[in-house]
Nanobody, 120 residues
C-alpha cells in the first residue's frame, strides 16, 4: 500500500538545527494531511506540527517560532525544519501521513520513527 521513509534524525547540541524528512511512496491516489509527532520516554505521543493539503499549518506551542513544517507534493514528502533545539525536544519523532489510497479510502500511515537527541 503505502510506505514512509524517515530520515534526518540524530544528535545535536542545544541551539543547533536539524531537518527531518519523510517520503511517501506506494499506491497513493492523493495525500491529505501530513504531520510530525514525537514521544519522549515515559510521556505520551504529542503532535508537533501538521500541514494540510492546502498548506495550512498548526504547531505545538512549545515549538512555535522554532520549527517549520513544509511539504513537497511532487515528491510526496513532508519536512520538519527544527531550529534552536532544546534538550526538551529530545524524543522519537514519527511522521504521519493521511492518504487516499487507490480505492479512495483515507488511511493513516506512520513512519518507523527517528531519534532526535539534543544535548545540553
Amino acid at each position: 500500500q503505502v510506505q514512509l521513509v524517515e530520515s534526518g534524525g540524530g544528535l545535536v547540541q542545544a541551539g543547533g538545527s536539524l531537518r527531518l524528512s519523510c517520503a511517501a511512496s506506494g499506491s497513493i491516489f492523493s495525500i491529505n494531511a501530513m504531520g510530525w509527532y514525537r514521544q519522549a520516554p515515559g510521556k505520551q505521543r504529542e503532535l508537533v506540527a501538521a500541514i494540510t493539503s492546502s498548506r495550512s499549518t498548526n504547531y505545538a506551542t512549545s515549538v512555535k517560532g522554532r520549527f517549520t513544517i513544509s511539504r513537497d507534493n511532487a515528491k510526496k514528502t513532508v519536512y520538519l525544519q527544527m531550529n534552536s533545539l532544546k534538550p526538551e525536544d529530545t524524543a522519537v519523532y514519527y511522521c504521519n501521513v493521511n492518504a487516499k489510497i487507490l480505492s479512495l479510502v483515507d488511511v493513516d500511515y506512520w513512519g518507523q520513527g527517528t531519534q532526535v537527541t539534543v544535548s545540553s
